[in-house]
């Protein structure tokens, strides 16, 4: 059985990507024989489908339990409450907004499942409450806000992570391990891409029909975009529409270019080139259905070293799917296929017309669950 202090230790460091961590909350939490009161700050279908079930999965061993929901619509709170109280048996209480959940001071931590441009700033708001954090990727759509969130984790005692699927895969951290021990040698390039083939991907027609403005909370729906009129598309459909999330970067590349940055340390790329637009869905989205980015990373010191990274991905044609693939000189390493191969790399022939000598991967494969794609 995993002990509460594994379970603490283990997700902060390593599962689902620990964004901030303070040694005073972390013995705070290990110190703890009480239970822990967790609220959910939006009922979501990816907090009902994928967040709940990893809860429950350690919830009575660690003496955990969610006892509150929050959500500006009055359809979620009342599924919300249902559903919750059916899969965990418990009473759970529903708030109209966050200033009224936490106002009832019955939190120790929050679920943040909300909009992609509400995560900072529904983040900011527990930790002010006092409560720990797991907020979904992305951490923030606009740099001032995640600044503005950056700030204040840094000067509190919380435990914040962020919802980093590969993070939580062993065939990442393995992959990890391998990049960073030397053995793969320098990063060459990398190529990323996630492709689909799903008209109704981030639609919701019914229920932007059902919505009416009476449903919501509109104005707190905003927060600190610019005020417009009541849309049900963009509340519901909000992953179609800036500034309320990026699409493409903010769902899916996000979590694929994390690699890139826990693999080599390096905070960000030298530069970026992008180019995208909607080619095929012509419903009236904002957000590109088709994205090509092309990035240098390197020390910023010493331009003459580095690699590039390739990402796309389309909406309108599955071909390729989901791939994430670095190059040395000596091969690749595929974490579609869970290989490290001699794939590519330099062969004898070739090597001595030069006067080198052969460099070639081992061929094995990366231990390890994979992440959710």
């Known amino acids: ?82 559903f919750l109280e059916k899969e965990t048996g418990a009473s759970v209480a529903i708030y109209p907004n966050n200033d009224a959940l936490y106002s009832a001071k019955g939190t120790d931590a929050v679920f943040v499942s909300t909009a992609d441009f509400q995560h900072a700033l529904h983040l900011i708001e527990g930790i002010q409450a006092g ?18 969130a950056l700030k ?28 960073q021990s030397g053995g793969f040698g320098p990063i060459t390039m990398v190529e990323m891409s996630w492709n689909i083939n799903q008209p109704g991907r981030w639609r919701r027609p019914q229920l932007v029909k059902d919505l009416r403005e009476s449903d919501v909370d509109w104005k707190r729906f905003l927060m600190n975009r610019p005020f417009e009129t009541f849309d049900p598309r963009k509340y519901v459909e909000y992953r179609l529409f800036w500034p309320y999330s990026s699409g493409i970067p903010g769902q899916w590349m996000c979590h694929q270019i994390d690699t890139v940055h826990w693999f080599t340390n390096l905070p960000h790329p030298r530069s970026v080139v992008a180019n995208g637009g909607i080619y095929v869905w012509k419903d009236g989205r904002k957000n590109p259905d088709t994205l090509t980015v092309v990035m ?35 091969g690749e390493l595929n974490l579609d296929k869970n290989m490290i191969s001699p ?23 990366i231990e390890g669950q994979k992440a959710e794609s």
């Open 1 to 82: 059985m995993m002990k509460r202090r594994d379970f603490v230790k283990n997700t902060a460091t390593a599962a689902l990507g620990a964004l901030a961590f303070s040694p005073k909350s972390y013995a705070r939490i290990l110190g703890a024989n009480d239970r822990v009161r967790v609220g959910v700050v939006g009922f979501s279908d990816r907090f009902k489908n994928s967040l709940l079930p990893a809860f429950k999965n350690h919830a009575r061993e660690l003496n955990f339990e969610i006892v509150a929901l929050s959500d500006i619509w009055n359809r979620r709170r009342d599924e919300g409450k249902a």
């Open 152 to 179: 204040t984790v840094r000067a509190s005692d919380r435990i914040v992570q962020i919802g980093s699927q590969r993070r939580s895969a062993g065939n990442y951290h393995e992959a990890a391990r391998f990049i």
């Open 343 to 365: 794939h590519g790399g330099l062969r004898l022939a070739e090597a001595k017309e030069m006067g080198m000598t052969e460099n070639l991967l081992p061929e094995k494969s």
């Open 296 to 330: 240098d990373y390197g020390p910023p010191d010493d331009p003459g070293t580095g690699f590039q990274v390739v990402y796309s991905s389309r909406f309108h044609n599955s071909a390729g799917g989901v791939k994430e693939i670095y190059y040395s000189n000596g």
């Open 131 to 148: 409560c720990d954090v797991y907020a979904e990727k992305p951490f923030a759509e606009t740099m001032a806000d995640a600044r503005a």
